[in-house]
């Protein structure tokens, strides 16, 4: 974290959980965000990334209820804002991009209705001086044709210019902090790099923080000045770089990714799968959560729970025997 600098966003000890508690998702997550800073959040799918990232928009589908906790944007407890004024704050100051755009933008809308409402409702413009800002934002993420594409609906795009439109939307009105949940999902690799890339030089200049979600750690290469490792519902490492990666889990994760296309196949590491599945929902967990996976692990690793201890001013680690 940032010396002397107050975070835009801070979480402190979120709980979220399904069936009135039986089935944690997550379970006492605390980390900040900076001004104008990117961090990423990478994990398995399961990890409870997605619902850490709707819990901050207040955004969670039904069934899940938030045990304990706060969400703290601009020295603003989002857990216990009235409803209206979150969604205001929500709308103006924070937007998000989602990991499927066909389903994120309406089938039955043109995707110029859908960019230039945003104008309209958010900042009351008329539809001539929504309908310019509009084109002029869909000039910006990139979009060949924008009056073509302001008159089409969502189904003619392609995903990578689907997913365009999404980060449009979500940027339309220079928000303070931006979520991207898995953006790159289903995209190939070419795309995948210019959307991150897209995401990178608009944030960038409109100075705003932005929570890249992935399980990926390879996407964040260049992008995130930090990086959150998530494991069933807990941050289990904090670390500036991927040469810096102290958590087996971590270790793992960075391990078990295939190498570069362009990379020489004689030079090329065998992948190492991490062994073993993620806990689910139900299980019981007592110490460390991925203790059974790992090959460091000890007796006391299953029977106490491991503190997120610092390394460094820079680093933190969820456990006792860091590599």
Not at 81 to 108: D, S, W, Y
Not at 158 to 185: H, Y
Not at 242 to 249: N, S, W
Not at 311 to 317: A, C, D, E, K, Y
């Amino acid at each position: 974290m940032t010396q002397n600098i107050s975070p835009i966003l801070e979480v402190k000890d979120l709980a979220v959980s399904f069936g009135r508690g039986a089935f944690p998702a997550v379970r006492g997550l605390d980390f900040t965000l900076d001004p104008g800073e990117v961090v990423g959040l990478v994990g398995e799918s399961g990890s409870g990334k997605s619902i850490t990232a709707y819990s901050i928009l207040g955004l969670l589908p039904h069934g899940a209820v938030l045990e304990r906790g706060t969400v703290t944007f601009k020295n603003q407890d989002l857990t216990r804002m009235a409803e209206p004024k979150r969604r205001e704050l929500c709308g103006r100051h924070m937007g998000m991009i989602f990991q499927e755009p066909l389903t994120a933008l309406n089938p039955v809308f043109t995707v110029g209705e859908q960019v230039s409402e945003i104008f309209r409702y958010r900042l009351g413009l008329n539809r001539r001086e929504a309908k310019k800002r509009s084109l002029k934002l869909l000039a910006e993420v990139g979009l060949p044709n924008p009056e073509s594409a302001f008159k089409s609906y969502p189904h003619r795009f392609s995903g990578g210019m689907r997913q365009r439109v999404v980060t449009a939307m979500a940027l339309a009105l220079s928000p303070e902090l931006v979520i991207a949940d898995e953006p790159t999902t289903a995209l190939d690799p070419t795309i995948a790099t210019q959307i991150i890339s897209l995401i990178r030089d608009l944030a960038a200049q409109s100075q705003a923080s932005v929570l890249f979600i992935t399980h990926n750690l390879r996407l964040l290469i260049g992008l995130a000045k930090r990086i959150l490792v998530m494991y069933h519902g807990l941050v289990v490492e904090e670390t500036p770089g991927f040469d810096q990666l102290k958590h087996p889990y971590s270790r793992g994760l960075w391990q078990a990714l295939p190498p570069e296309p362009e990379q020489n196949q004689k030079a090329a590491r065998r992948l190492q799968p991490i062994p073993g599945s993620a806990p689910g929902p139900g299980d019981k967990i007592i110490g460390c959560a991925f203790a059974p996976r790992c090959s460091a692990a000890e007796d006391v690793c299953f029977k106490e729970d491991i503190p997120l201890t610092e390394l460094s001013p820079t680093q933190r680690v969820r456990c006792l025997f860091p590599c």
